[in-house]
């Protein structure tokens, strides 16, 4: 089977399930219907795993080969004025994994909410919602996939509206709930506020490249940049403010980027994703951890090469500025899922703050070894939310290992992998540890060696010789690419040159360094600095959760005796738990780093990515390290300065809170004024709601006073004077008039009802009584227009001498 | 064969006649098989749309055309002069299967009132769909305008006698509304028949293709010099026309009436005023305003965009804050056919594809929201949003259907409000026009404030808990349900495979966008 056919398939069949269960569910019933769903998953699991194997066996020329084809096989959906819209597979290393990755964490979360929701779908009055959860994981599935392999921004779009659609249900599933359909309706709002901005995004890569597909746009977008055409030379006046060129630029991709923070719920529209926590937790595991809220990096991964580089500087300030509250706020939340939902948040950050410090590669790694231990660390959760009586708040919890072991363990093994456990020096450790060291290394790079670099950019400025060594490295990896693209190519290349070019030719390595860096606003310190210091706050309050609920003494003892592990649910545990060792060494690294070539290649672009994480990569089976020089890289004293955060953070909070929590509490006090404004999430809920969402509902009361006031006022005082004026001929009627709702308008209203009635009656008249009245008179019109097909001619007569008045009006 | 759309036209007066000979109980029996008739009659007229030979000749080829002279009276030609193309033909197809199933929903007549008989309600019914078809299939301007005409008084009625509360008043105001759009097309049409005339220095027309393609008179219209009273005569017709149009639509600020309309009207006859009427108005714009004055249309861009998004961001606003559900949907009718306006505004292909594909899928979203307000309303007896709840929990099927289309009418990608929306907006970004960029982002945030009035009125209507006063609500039955199947369909298959609804206009369209690109250019250049 050909790789898209099995990746188009993958997506059609949990569509195919959706409307069977849509229409059938409710007779399948509980369990039979979640059945339908995970053997959907499990059929588009296996074929992405048929692709995921197939593809690693090819050679890169295969691989592409195989890209052009898929390209070749885009059929046409619409036309957009003259503008063909192509819909197609987009096949490359980046869908291939992360296809993988989506398809087996939903397969494993469908398998843990088989029992799951058996507990916590029938408490709406008896009503069974168990079909219906699965329906739409199903409908959820088929979304998310389909974003993954789209090639057009325009599909890309209609996938995502398409799974915040899902997002909203799943969220507002409870919905006899207020706060549960309260959260789905925030969520898809503020989303949709997102959206907006994406929608003129689009609208800027529509107008200015000219086309909806993402190669097409980046291609276009490259040969604008060189040439200074399109987008460069264009100039917009947007109320008033004259955009042009370069800004331009940047602002298309920061409105494309306007959908990331949306969905990946970035400052300022983060405030979602805790109130989504209303769903249920095998939801939270898999839309609002592993994979959806994770589309928004993914987007930008996409859109990556229609960004200039103060539009990657941008999302790197609104990543570093997330990932710095959040984590923050984590600190004194006690939901358990709330914990964990600011936490992704921060982890969202660090990615969103990778893309936005060009470490892409390390930006995707993060995304996928997070999708996995934070899925566990939530079904891990969803076990001890199910084994403590849907008791979530971690203070009442405490001593929970000898209950729940297994839980207990894997949860553990979540915490060492987000806290980044790793150890220096021996090159081992967790997918955190490797993924968000990388950012931290580039983002380094960025704020402190490349001042220094464009320094000596001056001295080593010869375009000509940069171009042609650049031009003859190109040629070597990248030869589908148009002749005119290969002079531009960014430093990228490094991430994907051969091994012996990378430490053969080390004087075009730096002058593609140094050519690049011109180009670069360098990173202030504090967005080094945010990162290093929040990457010592995250093992802090994962620990703190981890430890409040599983150690210690039990502090409720009505929690602590109820709680039991179901044994139901451990097989996805474990496979998580495998899955991330898993993905932390093999398989998804060198994957995503081959995808890096094409998907980064823009001259606009920062390419330094390419040149950190290269270093890290020794081959050395399928084990990932650490090895370069020591003494010559930041990631040495980096490695043992993050290195031991996680030692660090998770010591501090088990010292913490190794008695309890008093001496929390004495620090709470200490500090209460901070604690306050943590706890009120900083905020932020309060200012939206009573700033905007206030504001929103006044204006819809003022516009429709407005309305009722000012313009049916008029309307209905235009008939009143003109009833006056003909009441001076005519008789007073007496007025059966309704009381109005609108008090200010009552007098008006009665003027306008009385004419109403007044012109009513006169039409009414012939027609007193019965309604075959009506009809004949109506029938007797239409006969009249009937006969008047047949030549009647005194009627004719009658409109040429009406028409004839009305010209010597008109033309005198 | 030549006669088949005259017979599609005239074929519901034959049933309007059989209902009044007929007994009454047989009423509704005779109007469902008749309605049903002439939406398969009017599936018989697809063929040249889809294999292409529509599209073969310039602007007015028209399929199924028939004129004969019908008028001829000092040097007075009026035609009896009907056909087809891409423009009128998926309006029709519309028109049809929105009164069939409108005929559907007017089953259980005796259950809403009782102290009138059916006999009337489904004559004017069938005569109200005559004047739609005949309306949409004229091409003789004033057959267009009794057509206008002959639909309005049915309408008058079956507001305001099987009305609401408040029929009297919404009827006469939606009479007056569009009687004085009317006077105003009236003026205009003789306007243009006597300016025609001087053009070819010969007898006038009235024919709305001829105004276009005879060069003469084309040039006559849109020339500086040609005056009507003291006014430059393009702009001055334009306007007029305009706002004959606009009332229909309706475009602020002449939209009052239609609020006021819906809530009296009964649910049949909403979902034919949302899903058709409006549609008149629009259809309008495009076969009468623009290709006839694309001078006067491109000078006056800026308003007609101006009032769209008005449109758009205004009846939005007011959707918030609405407590009657019904008027809440009307509402929402405003600010949804402000992107049919914003589309034609920006006078491009895009924005007419757009602006043509959202006054289809309003067609067939907003009579889906108003049969889902009347079918609840059938049961509840009242439309207050803030004492429903919990109805989704009661009602699980019809709850479905309910997301469904209320999701179709929020712009959910996937379904047919989508399509129209994310055309109208980036091509709205993509016209020429100096202003037009701020215009999409103004319009553009409207899909937030939709997100906003849809989403919180789902929250009171169907979500959250039950409440004792709907319980024992029987769920949508088989009618209810049958009726609201083909529409829920069409906004899936609209939305997923546009380009078979695009590919029934868009030969037209690029014929219409070939008419006024000489007169758009000039603007662009300022």
Redesign the interface.
């Given at each position: 089977m050909e790789y898209t056919t099995a990746l188009a398939l993958g997506v059609l069949i949990p569509l195919i399930s959706f409307t069977l269960l849509a229409f059938t569910g409710h007779k399948l019933g509980k369990p039979r219907s979640s059945y339908v769903a995970l053997l959907a998953i499990g059929i588009s699991c296996a074929l992405s795993t048929y692709v995921l194997l197939g593809w690693l066996g090819k050679t890169p020329d295969e691989r592409e080969a195989l890209a052009a084809q898929a390209v070749a096989n885009q059929f046409h959906w619409a036309d957009f004025g003259n503008l063909a819209i192509k819909v197609g597979v987009k096949l490359d290393s980046l869908t291939v994994i992360m296809y993988f990755m989506v398809t087996f964490i939903a397969f494993w979360i469908h398998f843990f909410s088989i029992g799951y929701m058996e507990g916590h779908s029938d408490e709406v009055d008896g009503v069974s919602k168990y079909h219906r959860f699965f329906t739409y994981l199903s409908l959820f599935c088929f979304s998310m996939l389909g974003l993954v392999i789209s090639s057009s921004l325009l599909f890309l779009f209609i996938f995502w509206e398409l799974v915040g659609l899902c997002s909203y249900l799943l969220i507002g599933f409870y919905f006899d709930r207020k706060y549960a359909s309260d959260a789905g309706m925030k969520a898809f709002i503020t989303n949709r506020v997102g959206d907006f901005g994406f929608i003129i995004g689009l609208a800027m890569v529509v107008l200015f490249l000219g086309t909806f597909d993402l190669d097409e746009a980046a291609r276009a977008f490259a040969h604008q940049f060189n040439t200074g055409t399109g987008i460069f030379e264009a100039s917009v006046n947007l109320f008033g403010w004259h955009v042009s060129g370069g800004t331009l630029a940047t602002l298309m991709g920061i409105g494309l980027f306007c959908g990331a923070i949306g969905k990946s719920a970035q400052f300022p529209l983060h405030v979602w994703l805790p109130d989504a926590m209303a769903g249920p937790t095998p939801v939270s595991a898999l839309i609002h951890a592993a994979t959806m809220v994770a589309a928004g990096v993914y987007l930008v991964a996409r859109v990556f090469r229609l960004l200039t580089p103060e539009a990657q500087f941008f999302i790197a300030c609104i990543g570093c500025i997330t990932l710095t509250i959040t984590a923050l706020i984590a600190i004194v939340q006690t939901d358990i899922k709330k914990v964990l939902a600011y936490s992704t948040l921060s982890q969202l950050g660090y990615m969103i703050f990778g893309m936005g410090v060009g470490a892409w590669v390390a930006a995707l790694f993060h995304l996928m070894t997070h999708a996995f231990f934070k899925a566990m660390l939530f079904l891990g959760s969803g076990q001890v939310i199910e084994g403590c009586h849907h008791e979530q708040d971690i203070r009442k919890m405490g001593g929970l290992r000898k209950k729940m072991p297994v839980t207990c363990w894997t949860f553990f093994i979540g915490v060492l992998a987000i806290a980044g456990f790793g150890i220096p020096g021996m090159h081992l450790g967790l997918g955190g540890y490797f993924s968000k060291d990388e950012i931290l290394a580039v983002a380094y790079e960025r704020a402190f060696n490349l001042p220094a670099l464009k320094e000596t950019d001056a001295a080593a400025d010869d375009a000509g010789e940069h171009a042609h060594a650049i031009g003859r490295r190109r040629i070597t990896s990248d030869r589908s690419k148009p002749a005119s693209n290969i002079a531009l190519a960014s430093g990228v290349e490094a991430a994907h040159a051969p091994a012996d070019a990378h430490h053969g030719d080390h004087r075009t390595g730096t002058l593609e360094k140094v050519g690049i860096a011109a180009r670069l606003p360098a990173l202030p310190p504090i967005m080094f600095w945010l990162p290093i210091i929040i990457a010592y706050v995250t093992p802090f309050y994962m620990m703190r959760c981890w430890w409040l609920t599983f150690c210690g003494k039990p502090r409720d003892h009505h929690v602590h005796d109820h709680a039991h592990e179901s044994w139901k649910m451990f097989l996805p545990l474990a496979v998580l738990a495998i899955g991330t060792f898993y993905c932390s060494f093999a398989t998804f690294r060198p994957l995503i780093h081959d995808a890096a070539a094409a998907a980064t290649n823009s001259p606009a672009i920062v390419a330094i990515d390419g040149e950190a994480h290269n270093l890290e990569e020794a081959g050395a089976g399928a084990m990932l390290m650490l090895n370069h020089a020591p003494g010559k890289n930041p990631h040495d004293w980096l490695a043992y300065g993050v290195g031991f955060a996680w030692l660090i953070g998770m010591g501090f909070a088990a010292a913490l809170y190794r008695n309890g929590l008093a001496a929390a509490e004495r620090l709470r006090r200490r500090f209460a004024l901070i604690h306050t404004a943590l706890d009120q999430k900083l905020y932020f809920d309060h200012l939206y709601d009573g700033v905007l969402v206030a504001g929103t509902r006044t204006l819809g009361v003022v516009c429709y006073w407005f309305d009722k006031i000012f313009i049916d006022g008029t309307v209905n005082g235009v008939a009143m004077l003109t009833r006056w004026i003909g009441s001076f001929s005519g008789r007073q009627l007496d007025m059966p008039v309704q009381r109005g709702d609108w008090g200010l308008v009552d007098a008006v209203a009665n003027g306008m009802a009385a004419t109403v009635l007044d012109i009513g009656s006169q039409i009414r008249r012939p027609q007193s009584g019965r309604i075959r009245t009506y009809v004949c008179i109506t029938a007797g019109a239409a006969a009249v227009a009937l006969l008047a097909v047949l030549y009647f001619d005194q009627l004719a007569a009658g409109i040429d001498w009406l028409v004839t008045r009305t010209s010597t009006l008109a033309q005198g | 064969m030549e006669h088949i759309l005259s017979w599609l036209i005239f074929l519901p007066?034959i049933g309007?006649?059989l209902v009044?000979a007929a007994p009454a109980q047989m009423a509704r029996s005779i109007t469902w098989v008749f309605t049903f008739g002439v939406f398969l009659l009017s599936c018989a007229l697809f063929g040249p749309f889809l294999d292409g030979r529509a599209w073969d000749g310039g602007y007015g080829t028209m399929q199924f055309e028939y004129a004969i002279p019908?008028?001829?009276?000092?040097g007075?030609h009026?035609r009896?002069h009907v056909g087809l193309d891409g423009l009128s033909f998926p309006l029709i197809i519309l028109t049809t299967l929105i009164t069939w199933l409108a005929a559907w929903a007017s089953w259980n007549f005796e259950h809403w009132n009782v102290n009138?008989?059916p006999?009337?309600?489904f004559?004017?019914f069938l005569?109200l769909e005559?004047g739609v078809l005949g309306t949409f299939a004229a091409l003789d301007f004033f057959l267009f305008y009794?057509f206008w005409e002959?639909m309005l008084?049915?309408m008058y009625?079956l507001i305001?006698?099987w009305g609401g509360?408040?029929k009297?008043?919404a009827?006469?105001?939606f009479f007056?509304y569009t009687l004085a759009g009317s006077v105003l097309m009236l003026?205009a049409l003789?306007?243009m028949?006597?300016t025609s005339a001087d053009a070819v220095a010969g007898p006038g027309t009235f024919g709305l293709i001829e105004y276009v393609t005879n060069p003469a008179i084309h040039e006559m219209f849109n020339s500086e010099t040609t005056t009507?009273?003291s006014w430059k005569f393009g702009p001055a017709m334009f306007v007029m026309l305009f706002i004959a149009f606009m009332i229909k639509v309706p475009v602020f600020?002449f939209?009052?009436w239609l609020p006021d309309a819906h809530v009296e009207a009964p649910t049949p006859i909403s979902m034919i005023l949302a899903g058709i009427l409006l549609k008149l108005g629009a259809y309008g714009f495009f076969r009468v305003c623009y290709p006839i004055f694309p001078e006067a249309a491109s000078q006056l861009a800026f308003y007609v965009a101006l009032l769209g998004v008005i449109n758009i961001i205004?009846g939005a606003?007011?959707?918030?804050?609405?407590t009657d559900f019904k008027r809440l949907v009307a509402y929402s009718s405003i600010s949804h056919m402000g992107y049919v306006v914003l589309g034609a505004a920006i006078m491009?292909?895009?924005g007419f594809?757009g602006a043509m594909f959202q006054v289809l899928a309003h067609g067939i979203s907003s009579p889906m929201c108003f049969f889902l307000v009347g079918v609840i309303y059938d049961r509840a007896h009242h439309r207050d949003l803030n004492r429903f709840g919990?109805l989704?929990?009661e009602m699980?099927r019809y709850g479905?259907l309910a997301t469904l289309g209320f999701?179709a009418s929020l712009g959910?990608?996937?379904l047919c409000g989508?399509?129209g929306e994310?055309?109208v907006?980036?091509?709205t970004?993509?016209a020429p026009f100096?202003w037009a960029?701020?215009m999409?982002?103004i319009s553009?945030?409207g899909?937030?404030?939709t997100?906003?009035?849809i989403?919180?009125m789902i929250?009171r209507v169907?979500?959250?808990?039950?409440k004792e006063e709907y319980a024992g609500f029987p769920d949508a039955d088989a009618r209810e349900t049958a009726i609201l199947i083909p529409m829920a369909l069409l906004a899936i298959f609209m939305g997923i495979?546009?380009?078979y609804t695009?590919d029934l206009m868009?030969g037209t369209i690029d014929r219409v966008y070939e008419i006024m690109e000489p007169f758009t250019q000039v603007a662009f250049g300022g």
């Amino acid at each position: 089977m050909e790789y898209t056919t099995a990746l188009a398939l993958g997506v059609l069949i949990p569509l195919i399930s959706f409307t069977l269960l849509a229409f059938t569910g409710h007779k399948l019933g509980k369990p039979r219907s979640s059945y339908v769903a995970l053997l959907a998953i499990g059929i588009s699991c296996a074929l992405s795993t048929y692709v995921l194997l197939g593809w690693l066996g090819k050679t890169p020329d295969e691989r592409e080969a195989l890209a052009a084809q898929a390209v070749a096989n885009q059929f046409h959906w619409a036309d957009f004025g003259n503008l063909a819209i192509k819909v197609g597979v987009k096949l490359d290393s980046l869908t291939v994994i992360m296809y993988f990755m989506v398809t087996f964490i939903a397969f494993w979360i469908h398998f843990f909410s088989i029992g799951y929701m058996e507990g916590h779908s029938d408490e709406v009055d008896g009503v069974s919602k168990y079909h219906r959860f699965f329906t739409y994981l199903s409908l959820f599935c088929f979304s998310m996939l389909g974003l993954v392999i789209s090639s057009s921004l325009l599909f890309l779009f209609i996938f995502w509206e398409l799974v915040g659609l899902c997002s909203y249900l799943l969220i507002g599933f409870y919905f006899d709930r207020k706060y549960a359909s309260d959260a789905g309706m925030k969520a898809f709002i503020t989303n949709r506020v997102g959206d907006f901005g994406f929608i003129i995004g689009l609208a800027m890569v529509v107008l200015f490249l000219g086309t909806f597909d993402l190669d097409e746009a980046a291609r276009a977008f490259a040969h604008q940049f060189n040439t200074g055409t399109g987008i460069f030379e264009a100039s917009v006046n947007l109320f008033g403010w004259h955009v042009s060129g370069g800004t331009l630029a940047t602002l298309m991709g920061i409105g494309l980027f306007c959908g990331a923070i949306g969905k990946s719920a970035q400052f300022p529209l983060h405030v979602w994703l805790p109130d989504a926590m209303a769903g249920p937790t095998p939801v939270s595991a898999l839309i609002h951890a592993a994979t959806m809220v994770a589309a928004g990096v993914y987007l930008v991964a996409r859109v990556f090469r229609l960004l200039t580089p103060e539009a990657q500087f941008f999302i790197a300030c609104i990543g570093c500025i997330t990932l710095t509250i959040t984590a923050l706020i984590a600190i004194v939340q006690t939901d358990i899922k709330k914990v964990l939902a600011y936490s992704t948040l921060s982890q969202l950050g660090y990615m969103i703050f990778g893309m936005g410090v060009g470490a892409w590669v390390a930006a995707l790694f993060h995304l996928m070894t997070h999708a996995f231990f934070k899925a566990m660390l939530f079904l891990g959760s969803g076990q001890v939310i199910e084994g403590c009586h849907h008791e979530q708040d971690i203070r009442k919890m405490g001593g929970l290992r000898k209950k729940m072991p297994v839980t207990c363990w894997t949860f553990f093994i979540g915490v060492l992998a987000i806290a980044g456990f790793g150890i220096p020096g021996m090159h081992l450790g967790l997918g955190g540890y490797f993924s968000k060291d990388e950012i931290l290394a580039v983002a380094y790079e960025r704020a402190f060696n490349l001042p220094a670099l464009k320094e000596t950019d001056a001295a080593a400025d010869d375009a000509g010789e940069h171009a042609h060594a650049i031009g003859r490295r190109r040629i070597t990896s990248d030869r589908s690419k148009p002749a005119s693209n290969i002079a531009l190519a960014s430093g990228v290349e490094a991430a994907h040159a051969p091994a012996d070019a990378h430490h053969g030719d080390h004087r075009t390595g730096t002058l593609e360094k140094v050519g690049i860096a011109a180009r670069l606003p360098a990173l202030p310190p504090i967005m080094f600095w945010l990162p290093i210091i929040i990457a010592y706050v995250t093992p802090f309050y994962m620990m703190r959760c981890w430890w409040l609920t599983f150690c210690g003494k039990p502090r409720d003892h009505h929690v602590h005796d109820h709680a039991h592990e179901s044994w139901k649910m451990f097989l996805p545990l474990a496979v998580l738990a495998i899955g991330t060792f898993y993905c932390s060494f093999a398989t998804f690294r060198p994957l995503i780093h081959d995808a890096a070539a094409a998907a980064t290649n823009s001259p606009a672009i920062v390419a330094i990515d390419g040149e950190a994480h290269n270093l890290e990569e020794a081959g050395a089976g399928a084990m990932l390290m650490l090895n370069h020089a020591p003494g010559k890289n930041p990631h040495d004293w980096l490695a043992y300065g993050v290195g031991f955060a996680w030692l660090i953070g998770m010591g501090f909070a088990a010292a913490l809170y190794r008695n309890g929590l008093a001496a929390a509490e004495r620090l709470r006090r200490r500090f209460a004024l901070i604690h306050t404004a943590l706890d009120q999430k900083l905020y932020f809920d309060h200012l939206y709601d009573g700033v905007l969402v206030a504001g929103t509902r006044t204006l819809g009361v003022v516009c429709y006073w407005f309305d009722k006031i000012f313009i049916d006022g008029t309307v209905n005082g235009v008939a009143m004077l003109t009833r006056w004026i003909g009441s001076f001929s005519g008789r007073q009627l007496d007025m059966p008039v309704q009381r109005g709702d609108w008090g200010l308008v009552d007098a008006v209203a009665n003027g306008m009802a009385a004419t109403v009635l007044d012109i009513g009656s006169q039409i009414r008249r012939p027609q007193s009584g019965r309604i075959r009245t009506y009809v004949c008179i109506t029938a007797g019109a239409a006969a009249v227009a009937l006969l008047a097909v047949l030549y009647f001619d005194q009627l004719a007569a009658g409109i040429d001498w009406l028409v004839t008045r009305t010209s010597t009006l008109a033309q005198g | 064969m030549e006669h088949i759309l005259s017979w599609l036209i005239f074929l519901p007066l034959i049933g309007a006649v059989l209902v009044l000979a007929a007994p009454a109980q047989m009423a509704r029996s005779i109007t469902w098989v008749f309605t049903f008739g002439v939406f398969l009659l009017s599936c018989a007229l697809f063929g040249p749309f889809l294999d292409g030979r529509a599209w073969d000749g310039g602007y007015g080829t028209m399929q199924f055309e028939y004129a004969i002279p019908w008028i001829d009276v000092g040097g007075f030609h009026i035609r009896y002069h009907v056909g087809l193309d891409g423009l009128s033909f998926p309006l029709i197809i519309l028109t049809t299967l929105i009164t069939w199933l409108a005929a559907w929903a007017s089953w259980n007549f005796e259950h809403w009132n009782v102290n009138r008989g059916p006999k009337g309600y489904f004559a004017l019914f069938l005569l109200l769909e005559t004047g739609v078809l005949g309306t949409f299939a004229a091409l003789d301007f004033f057959l267009f305008y009794i057509f206008w005409e002959v639909m309005l008084l049915p309408m008058y009625f079956l507001i305001g006698v099987w009305g609401g509360p408040r029929k009297e008043y919404a009827a006469i105001k939606f009479f007056i509304y569009t009687l004085a759009g009317s006077v105003l097309m009236l003026v205009a049409l003789l306007a243009m028949y006597y300016t025609s005339a001087d053009a070819v220095a010969g007898p006038g027309t009235f024919g709305l293709i001829e105004y276009v393609t005879n060069p003469a008179i084309h040039e006559m219209f849109n020339s500086e010099t040609t005056t009507f009273l003291s006014w430059k005569f393009g702009p001055a017709m334009f306007v007029m026309l305009f706002i004959a149009f606009m009332i229909k639509v309706p475009v602020f600020p002449f939209h009052t009436w239609l609020p006021d309309a819906h809530v009296e009207a009964p649910t049949p006859i909403s979902m034919i005023l949302a899903g058709i009427l409006l549609k008149l108005g629009a259809y309008g714009f495009f076969r009468v305003c623009y290709p006839i004055f694309p001078e006067a249309a491109s000078q006056l861009a800026f308003y007609v965009a101006l009032l769209g998004v008005i449109n758009i961001i205004y009846g939005a606003f007011c959707c918030l804050a609405q407590t009657d559900f019904k008027r809440l949907v009307a509402y929402s009718s405003i600010s949804h056919m402000g992107y049919v306006v914003l589309g034609a505004a920006i006078m491009t292909t895009t924005g007419f594809q757009g602006a043509m594909f959202q006054v289809l899928a309003h067609g067939i979203s907003s009579p889906m929201c108003f049969f889902l307000v009347g079918v609840i309303y059938d049961r509840a007896h009242h439309r207050d949003l803030n004492r429903f709840g919990g109805l989704w929990l009661e009602m699980p099927r019809y709850g479905s259907l309910a997301t469904l289309g209320f999701f179709a009418s929020l712009g959910l990608p996937g379904l047919c409000g989508f399509i129209g929306e994310i055309w109208v907006l980036l091509g709205t970004w993509s016209a020429p026009f100096t202003w037009a960029k701020p215009m999409a982002v103004i319009s553009a945030f409207g899909v937030v404030l939709t997100a906003a009035y849809i989403l919180w009125m789902i929250q009171r209507v169907y979500l959250g808990k039950r409440k004792e006063e709907y319980a024992g609500f029987p769920d949508a039955d088989a009618r209810e349900t049958a009726i609201l199947i083909p529409m829920a369909l069409l906004a899936i298959f609209m939305g997923i495979l546009p380009k078979y609804t695009f590919d029934l206009m868009n030969g037209t369209i690029d014929r219409v966008y070939e008419i006024m690109e000489p007169f758009t250019q000039v603007a662009f250049g300022g």
